[in-house]
């Protein structure tokens, strides 16, 4: 049976490709939507652009047909644009409120075309209510919507006979196990003894050879000082330090090492290595709770605050005395060199950056499109690394399930050059590992 798809204006400024995403069904945009859009086109804002992007993906369909009478969508479904001259009920008495004109469109329609089911999409809450209380179906709109307990976490077990594990855990040498056709690129795994699973060996898989191999060689001794103190942490450096393998993102709470880990790699890569030139270094700009309001000073002094757990990161890793710090050494050597640098992602746009490898920390507040954007700009011989935590975002515009980080995992996850984990032990302190649970 075709429905009748009524999209609320934040759908469209959420992803403006949604006008194409109900197959056969029927596509209706209120008039007052456009209205409300129409106020964003001016923003150089990412919601800015989409609605930009809406108007011309509504404008080429005009050129098609009347958009009143309907206009042929490429799935079979029509896509019209209406407004009603219909008279609010009693709970939208305000009829000067977009939301109570979008919604009356819908319970027009809903009554007007009863053959065709009217379904209100929308991913504002409380007009979700609003709409059920008024006898629509409402529901949210999101594309590829994964339940966060239901991410790619980038690990398996596996039981297989107790000659396979010491193949691999005393010889070093790759196995080949049965089901590999259901692993991922990069996906690792804990070859556990049939018989003893306590007789383990860990190990990933290389879609390119067919084969389950052994940790890279040098992860217990560690990088930088840092040495893997769990499972998760040494899958971790495992794709960190895999040059192979260009796109990794971490997913963790906080204190499972995540930021530690991808500093240290990083720097050992640029430092001792030499395989990369410079390690690059960002993080979205948002703050936890009130905001202190403007800053002061040059782009270097604006960006210090944000990236203060970056530097914290680094003079951990560099090891520095009290009298080091006295004699005013720190991070900043590793800048004056040349060794290492902090991008305002503000800026990121239309660069182009080569042999470079990137970190960008707290990446679940960005959105789809900004992750684009930053990985985009990825050159030649250039590793880019994402981490974050799902469960600590503070960008009001994305949840757990739609930021930008999630957003990777789940399109990446298949792609012989990306490779993830989620890290669920935390290494911080006993303390912040039992908030980390509780709170």
């Given amino acids: 049976m075709r429905k009748n798809f009524i999209l609320d204006t934040n759908v469209l400024l959420h992803d403006p490709r949604s006008i194409y995403g109900f197959r056969e069904h029927n596509v209706i945009i209120p008039i007052y939507v456009i209205e409300e859009i129409d106020q964003f086109k001016r923003d150089l804002s990412e919601l800015g652009r989409n609605a930009r992007l809406v108007a011309r993906y509504l404008d080429s369909f005009r050129e098609e047909g009347s958009l009143k009478e309907g206009v042929r969508l490429p799935h079979g479904g029509v896509l019209r644009v209406c407004f009603t001259e219909r008279e609010a009920p009693l709970s939208m008495a305000d009829r000067d409120l977009m939301d109570n004109r979008i919604l009356a469109?819908?319970?027009?329609?809903?009554?007007?075309?009863?053959?065709?089911?009217?379904?209100?999409i929308t991913k504002d809450t409380n007009l979700r209510i609003r709409a059920d209380a008024l006898g629509l179906l409402a529901e949210d709109y999101d594309a590829e919507r994964v339940e966060i307990t239901e991410l790619y976490t980038g690990f398996t077990e596996r039981l297989v006979p107790r000659d396979m594990v010491d193949q691999m855990y005393k010889s070093g040498?790759?196995?080949?196990?049965?089901?590999?056709?259901?692993?991922?690129?990069?996906?690792?795994?804990?070859?556990?003894?049939?018989?003893?699973p306590s007789h383990a060996a860990m190990g990933r898989f290389n879609a390119a050879r067919?084969?389950?191999?052994?940790?890279?060689?040098?992860?217990?001794?560690?990088v930088w000082g840092i040495r893997p103190r769990n499972m998760e942490q040494s899958f971790a450096l495992d794709l960190l330090m895999n040059d192979e393998i260009?796109?990794?993102?971490?997913?963790?709470?906080?204190?499972?090492?995540?930021?530690?880990?991808?500093?240290?790699?990083?720097?050992?890569?640029?430092?001792?290595?030499?395989v990369y030139q410079k390690l690059l270094v960002s993080r979205p700009?948002?703050?936890?709770?009130?905001?202190?309001?403007?800053?002061?000073?040059?782009l270097e002094e604006k960006m210090n605050p944000w990236m203060q757990p970056i530097f914290d990161n680094v003079e951990f890793l560099m090891n520095l005395s009290r009298a080091d710090k006295k004699a005013g050494r720190g991070y900043h050597e590793l800048i004056d060199l040349g060794l290492m640098e902090i991008e305002a992602l503000t800026y990121i746009r239309g660069r182009s950056i080569p042999n470079q490898y990137i970190i960008i920390d707290e990446a679940q507040n960005l959105t789809p499109h900004e992750v684009k954007t930053i990985i985009t700009r990825v050159g030649d011989n250039t590793k880019i690394i994402l981490t974050g935590d799902p469960f600590q975002i503070d960008n009001p515009y994305v949840d757990a399930t739609s930021n930008g980080l999630v957003h990777v995992v789940n399109r990446f996850k298949n792609e012989k050059i990306a490779g993830h984990i989620t890290m669920t032990k935390g290494e911080r302190s006993a303390l912040a590992e039992l908030a980390a649970n509780l709170l």
């Fill in 105 to 120: 469109v819908a319970l027009d329609l809903m009554e007007r075309e009863p053959q065709s089911p009217a379904v209100f």
């Fill in 173 to 196: 040498a790759e196995v080949e196990i049965s089901g590999q056709d259901t692993l991922s690129p990069h996906q690792f795994i804990l070859l556990k003894d049939e018989t003893n």
């Fill in 210 to 222: 067919g084969r389950v191999v052994p940790l890279s060689r040098g992860i217990k001794e560690g």
């Fill in 246 to 274: 260009k796109l990794v993102t971490i997913v963790g709470k906080a204190g499972t090492g995540k930021t530690l880990l991808a500093i240290a790699a990083g720097l050992h890569k640029v430092t001792e290595e030499n």
């Fill in 285 to 298: 700009v948002f703050p936890l709770g009130r905001d202190i309001g403007f800053l002061p000073g040059t």
